[in-house]
């Protein structure tokens, strides 16, 4: 069983502000999830659907041990090759087979964040820097120059969303607060 609008997605009709229309394994090959632990932590997932492997970068790799973080990433690994081989036209379900993906946690040369409070940015930063095709996270992406990360990725939302509020709904400001218990 897949989650809800889980098609929709995978043939790129979401999110509603700007489809992209694009069909994961045709026309995407990498996908770059952002994952929550226990509303704690973040992490960044990227999922290669060629090579069928989820690669999980992780700024805070003690904060979990790599059974407990293979138990969250499953349901993924699981997913993945579910939808994939569903939603696959019929001549290429034999690439697509519903196998699990395998999944791998580097530590080396993944960028470590100082104490608490900065995994979301770091997050953010490392779906950047692997979007654009960086090889190597650069040296720059560091616990120095969080702030001004953290400030930067700020001003690019306020210019991106033009001060217009929700993009979904522009009358819903009741679901925007960050500090919400509800969401």
């Not at 034999?94 to 196998?99: G, I, L, M, S």
């Not at 930063?125 to 969080?146: D, H, M, R, S, W």
Request: aromatic letters at 12%.
């Amino acid at each position: 069983m897949l989650p809800p609008n889980s098609l929709d997605w995978y043939f790129g009709n979401l999110p509603k502000s700007q489809p992209s229309n694009k069909r994961w394994g045709y026309d995407v090959d990498d996908l770059f999830i952002p994952l929550n632990i226990k509303n704690k932590h973040w992490v960044a997932l990227h999922v290669s659907i060629p090579k069928r492997h989820i690669t999980i970068y992780d700024s805070m790799v003690d904060w979990l041990d790599d059974a407990e973080m293979d138990l969250l990433v499953e349901p993924y690994a699981v997913m993945m090759p579910n939808l994939m081989h569903s939603a696959a036209q019929a001549e290429d379900k034999c690439v697509y087979f519903d196998a699990k993906y395998t999944h791998s946690r580097p530590s080396k040369d993944v960028p470590q964040q100082v104490g608490a409070g900065d995994c979301g940015v770091f997050v953010l930063k490392f779906i950047e820097c692997l979007a654009v095709g960086y090889a190597a996270f650069p040296k720059t992406l560091c616990q120095k120059n969080i702030t001004m990360f953290r400030e930067q990725i700020a001003s690019d939302m306020y210019h991106e969303i033009n001060c217009r509020g929700p993009v979904e709904d522009p009358d819903d400001w009741d679901n925007v607060d960050l500090y919400d218990e509800r969401l």
